[in-house]
């Protein structure tokens, strides 16, 4: 095994290498110097708060966040009933009955209502999302300002 | 003593870092016990195919004793089976269920150990299949655990909770997975100890020029592994593809193993297929430092043998072992996101003196607590523990 370094018997302390490394990007981070999975993580705590504030159900908090669109409405008219034995066949032979009409009414109703939740859902995230890249610009341009008018100052 | 070790599958061929932990401390403790394992005739885990022939074989001296398996996995159900019991409610029963679909489902085993009414003490291997899931309980008072737990949502089953206190003692690969065991099952009380591995570098890896052979530049980071989004490689291309737009002096990444994900056409990155131990030996010593992207580690072999090799380590911290293991060596940094990688890299590569350290420090770590000699002893000293103290009621 070749020694890689004729420095190699000095001791190291990777604890304080990190403690170092993490400081120096707390400090970038201050300065609003965010990269786009950090502006992305930030969105979503900031999403996730605002779910926890309104007290939502938190199964449909965790679906909201999730890529996929399983938190939006369906025009699905499930077959289902809590009731068991003879009486449940009865319940699922009558709702299958009249789930064609039931459907021609609220499918229109229930798609056009999905599409909206979607264009609302999309329009808001971007939004927030802008809210969170611009604050993190504020606060570099604020601190660039500061640094400036201390310079002016000791001229 | 007679030992009997339980493992999902075994073979000289076969590749996982569980199998591989299994087949060297069997081989290790044959020189003072007599030793025989039992395992199913599988050879890959993704499906547990039958390919081995059932019945009596050996391998590098080991006597082995293969089961087939009843049935394939079937990734469908497992996968059904999985949303269920990590993301709803559900019952014990479906946790079972799971275990099965897991697999390698193999009954024949199961029953075979309660038979084996000569064997002092059995190793069962990986907590979370089915041999050791349904075998551990029929022979709980001459079990011994090697969970090789992960910190991933399995672990957190209630069903394995009482598995974890069930055997007469446990063998860990490290603190952190000896804590997450102990946190999640309450099972502090029960004899144990944390072994890591043994590390064995091939004799002859310096006979093999890498550099010329892969016609490799003259620094490169390194990955040697399953190239799989398991292992955190999806990720690993991903930060490494960004930091060379914004970094054009970032050493090319060469990696070994197999893909189970695309490699990506991309002028610095660079799959050199399979390579031998000796290569990989070779590499590890021509390399500027091993990258280590993944999430779940219950040990990680090929960073002990790139800190064998002097090698600093470059390691995903949201694997608490991999974290832990750089801490407690000083032989590595770690990242938990972007911004971390970009700077524990760059330190890296800017810093050689730096990587010189963390790779001597490694290397003193591995010599220290992960020779066989210090392994071995300390697993004799546990089955001896608990053989001398009778067999439990």
């Given at each position: 095994?070749?020694d890689?370094?004729?420095?190699?018997?000095?001791p190291v302390?990777?604890?304080a290498?990190?403690?170092e490394?993490?400081e120096?990007?707390e400090?970038?981070?201050?300065q609003?110097?965010r990269?786009?999975e950090?502006?992305e993580?930030?969105?979503?705590?900031?999403?996730?708060?605002?779910?926890?504030?309104?007290?939502?159900?938190p199964?449909?908090l965790?679906?909201l966040?999730?890529?996929s669109?399983?938190?939006?409405?369906?025009?699905?008219?499930p077959?289902?009933?809590?009731?068991?034995?003879l009486?449940?066949g009865?319940?699922r032979?009558a709702?299958?009955?009249v789930?064609?009409?039931?459907?021609?009414?609220?499918?229109?109703?229930?798609?056009?209502?999905a599409?909206?939740n979607?264009?609302?859902?999309?329009?808001?995230?971007d939004a927030?999302?802008?809210?969170?890249?611009?604050?993190?610009?504020?606060?570099?341009l604020?601190?660039r300002?500061?640094?400036?008018?201390?310079a002016?100052?000791?001229a | 003593?007679?030992?009997?070790?339980?493992?999902?599958?075994?073979?000289?061929?076969?590749?996982?870092?569980?199998e591989?932990h299994?087949?060297?401390?069997?081989?290790?403790?044959a020189?003072r016990?007599?030793?025989?394992v039992?395992?199913t005739?599988?050879?890959d885990?993704v499906e547990w195919r039958?390919?081995?022939?059932a019945?009596?074989?050996?391998?590098n001296?080991?006597e082995?004793?293969r089961y087939?398996?009843?049935?394939?996995r079937?990734a469908?159900?497992?996968?059904?089976l999985?949303?269920?019991?990590?993301?709803?409610?559900h019952q014990?029963?479906?946790?079972r269920?799971?275990v099965?679909?897991?697999?390698?489902?193999?009954?024949?085993?199961v029953e075979s150990l309660g038979?084996m009414?000569?064997?002092?003490?059995?190793?069962?291997?990986?907590?979370r299949?089915?041999?050791?899931?349904?075998g551990?309980?029929r022979?709980?008072?001459?079990?011994?655990?090697?969970?090789?737990?992960e910190?991933?949502?399995?672990v957190?089953?209630?069903?394995?909770?009482?598995?974890?206190?069930?055997p007469?003692?446990l063998?860990y690969?490290?603190?952190e997975e000896r804590?997450?065991?102990?946190?999640?099952?309450?099972?502090?009380?029960?004899?144990?100890v944390?072994?890591?591995?043994?590390?064995s570098?091939p004799?002859?890896?310096?006979?093999v020029?890498v550099r010329s052979?892969f016609?490799?530049?003259?620094?490169?980071?390194?990955?040697?592994?399953r190239?799989?989004r398991n292992?955190?490689?999806d990720?690993?291309?991903?930060?490494?593809?960004?930091?060379d737009?914004?970094?054009?002096?970032?050493?090319?990444?060469?990696?070994?193993?197999?893909p189970?994900?695309?490699?990506?056409?991309?002028?610095?990155?660079r799959?050199?297929?399979?390579v031998t131990?000796?290569e990989?030996?070779a590499?590890?010593?021509?390399c500027?430092?091993?990258v280590?992207?993944s999430p779940?580690?219950?040990?990680?072999?090929v960073?002990?043998?790139?800190?064998?090799?002097?090698?600093?380590v470059?390691?995903n911290?949201?694997?608490?072992?991999?974290?832990?293991?750089?801490?407690?060596?000083?032989?590595?940094?770690?990242?938990?996101?972007?911004?971390?990688f970009?700077?524990?890299?760059?330190?890296?590569?800017?810093?050689?003196?730096?990587?010189?350290?963390?790779?001597a420090?490694?290397?003193?770590?591995?010599r220290?607590?992960y020779?066989?000699p210090?392994?071995e002893?300390?697993?004799d000293?546990?089955?001896?523990?608990?053989?001398g103290?009778g067999?439990?009621k």
């Amino acid at each position: 095994m070749s020694d890689p370094s004729n420095t190699a018997d000095v001791p190291v302390d990777v604890a304080a290498i990190m403690v170092e490394i993490r400081e120096g990007i707390e400090r970038r981070r201050r300065q609003g110097l965010r990269t786009p999975e950090e502006l992305e993580r930030l969105l979503e705590e900031r999403l996730r708060s605002y779910g926890e504030e309104s007290q939502i159900d938190p199964r449909l908090l965790k679906q909201l966040l999730h890529p996929s669109h399983g938190w939006n409405i369906s025009t699905d008219y499930p077959l289902r009933t809590q009731r068991r034995g003879l009486v449940g066949g009865l319940v699922r032979a009558a709702k299958r009955l009249v789930r064609p009409f039931v459907r021609l009414y609220t499918d229109h109703v229930f798609n056009r209502q999905a599409q909206l939740n979607l264009y609302y859902m999309y329009f808001l995230q971007d939004a927030a999302r802008q809210i969170v890249r611009l604050e993190g610009e504020v606060g570099r341009l604020r601190q660039r300002l500061e640094e400036l008018e201390r310079a002016k100052g000791a001229a | 003593m007679k030992l009997a070790f339980v493992i999902q599958r075994y073979g000289a061929d076969v590749a996982g870092g569980a199998e591989l932990h299994c087949r060297w401390l069997a081989e290790r403790l044959a020189q003072r016990h007599e030793v025989q394992v039992v395992t199913t005739c599988a050879r890959d885990y993704v499906e547990w195919r039958n390919h081995y022939a059932a019945g009596q074989d050996t391998v590098n001296g080991i006597e082995v004793t293969r089961y087939r398996v009843r049935r394939p996995r079937d990734a469908g159900a497992f996968a059904a089976l999985s949303e269920i019991v990590f993301d709803d409610e559900h019952q014990p029963a479906d946790e079972r269920r799971w275990v099965v679909a897991n697999g390698p489902d193999c009954p024949e085993l199961v029953e075979s150990l309660g038979r084996m009414r000569d064997v002092d003490l059995f190793l069962f291997y990986s907590y979370r299949y089915y041999q050791s899931f349904f075998g551990l309980p029929r022979v709980a008072d001459r079990a011994v655990l090697v969970p090789t737990a992960e910190e991933d949502p399995a672990v957190r089953l209630s069903i394995f909770a009482e598995l974890f206190r069930a055997p007469r003692g446990l063998i860990y690969l490290t603190p952190e997975e000896r804590d997450l065991i102990q946190g999640v099952s309450g099972n502090a009380g029960l004899p144990h100890v944390v072994i890591g591995s043994g590390v064995s570098v091939p004799v002859g890896w310096r006979e093999v020029d890498v550099r010329s052979r892969f016609h490799l530049p003259p620094h490169f980071l390194f990955y040697a592994g399953r190239i799989d989004r398991n292992k955190g490689v999806d990720r690993l291309f991903d930060y490494y593809r960004r930091l060379d737009a914004d970094w054009l002096a970032v050493p090319p990444l060469v990696l070994v193993g197999h893909p189970v994900l695309p490699i990506p056409d991309h002028p610095k990155i660079r799959h050199l297929g399979y390579v031998t131990e000796e290569e990989k030996f070779a590499l590890l010593d021509a390399c500027d430092l091993l990258v280590m992207p993944s999430p779940y580690e219950s040990l990680s072999i090929v960073a002990l043998e790139a800190w064998a090799m002097g090698r600093a380590v470059l390691a995903n911290a949201r694997c608490k072992v991999l974290e832990g293991q750089c801490l407690r060596s000083n032989g590595g940094l770690f990242y938990e996101d972007y911004a971390e990688f970009c700077a524990t890299l760059s330190t890296l590569v800017e810093r050689p003196e730096l990587r010189g350290r963390l790779g001597a420090a490694g290397q003193a770590y591995v010599r220290r607590e992960y020779a066989w000699p210090v392994v071995e002893q300390r697993v004799d000293s546990l089955l001896r523990g608990i053989v001398g103290g009778g067999r439990a009621k």
